[in-house]
């Protein structure tokens, strides 16, 4: 009974295959007997069913038949391609073209790239550093010894090498020292980036995110001019009247230190989970540079004077587009970044 139907299957895949005429014909029939719901298929799988008698009979010309259909396949695909005539072959030119899907760009990159014009049209140049970094430059140059909280505050991702030197960056003002190493005052630079620290995650915090520092520095850079330069940028960069406040603050790395807040624009002010219900984001951290970092630099100390701060760029992104929470930039969902 089944060897008879196997020969049966046989029979027409191979009449089938020799009045095909081309590669897509050929490959429907293949389909057909031996694709994964293909009629030759379906005895091959039944096998294990059988009794071992009967797999003993069937299985070896099921086998058999399988392998004679694929060289048919093989032979009949050679006759074709020798014997298309391109000249004699009607292309319709008037049938629509494949429509190419166009990518669309992060909300991240939006936000930086922007940020990038506002501050250059300020007269600033763009600093890069690596993402991994020595203690030297994300910790100590910036004014952060060993025995300081601000370590534990940053919870770091290490790097496992030998000296166990190395880590990933919590703070692109690790690019500061670097360039000051680089580059003699007066100059105003900002330092765009990815860093990483290794905390409790919520709606508002990440493992990675993204920071755009900047930093002026000369004889006479002033506390004023980092609350005029930041004001401009917010007002530039959400294109409206936004209300900002400047506060006392303290980093290791400026002295005095500041904070910038906003005035929250997913809340207006009325309190929402992003500025956990106090209606002003903290957004932009900064002061004088610390006298202590210049030196690091190599400047003789007290000779120069600067501001630096640091926007959260992501913060930045969740605000402008109103997104409330921080990881759907990194979860790559389609359905997310087709809207920007
Ligand atoms: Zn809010």
Known sequence: MLPKKIEEIKAKAISEIKKTASDRALFDVKVKYLGRKGKLTKILKGLK?????????VGPL????RQEIEKAIANRKKEISGKIDWGKEKID????????????????TLVNREAEQIFSSMGFG????????????????????????????????????????????THVSAIQVRYMEKHKPPFRVIMPGR?????????????????????MVGKDVSAANYYALIDEFLK??????????????????????????????????????VCKQSGWVEIIPGG?????????????????????????????????????????????????????
């Open 236 to 273: 530039k960069f959400f294109e409206r009247d936004i209300k900002t406040r400047m506060r006392p603050s303290f980093f290791p790395f400026t002295e005095p230190s500041f904070e910038i807040d906003f005035e929250c624009l997913l809340c207006s002010g009325k309190g929402c989970s």
């Open 49 to 57: 069913n059988l009794s071992e008698k009967e797999r003993k009979s």
């Open 93 to 108: 030119i008037t049938l629509p073209g494949k429509k190419q899907e166009l990518g669309h760009l992060s909300p991240i």
């Open 195 to 215: 860093v990483f620290r290794n905390e409790a995650t919520d709606s508002s915090h990440g493992h990675t995110f993204y920071q755009l520092d900047g930093m």
């Open 288 to 340: 004088m540079i610390n006298q202590n970092v210049l030196v690091a630099a190599g400047y003789p100390r007290n000779k120069y004077q600067g501001c630096a701060w640091d926007i959260g760029i992501s913060r930045l992104a969740m605000m402008k587009y109103k997104i409330d929470h921080i990881h759907l930039f990194h979860e790559g969902d389609l359905r997310f970044i087709k809207q920007f």
């Open 62 to 65: 099921a086998n058999q038949t």
């Open 126 to 169: 763009i600093a890069d550093g690596p993402e991994m970094e020595t203690d030297f430059y994300n910790f100590d140059s910036l004014n952060i010894p060993k025995d300081h909280p601000a370590r534990d505050v940053m919870d770091t991702f290490r790097v496992k090498t030998k000296n166990n030197d190395l880590l990933l960056r």
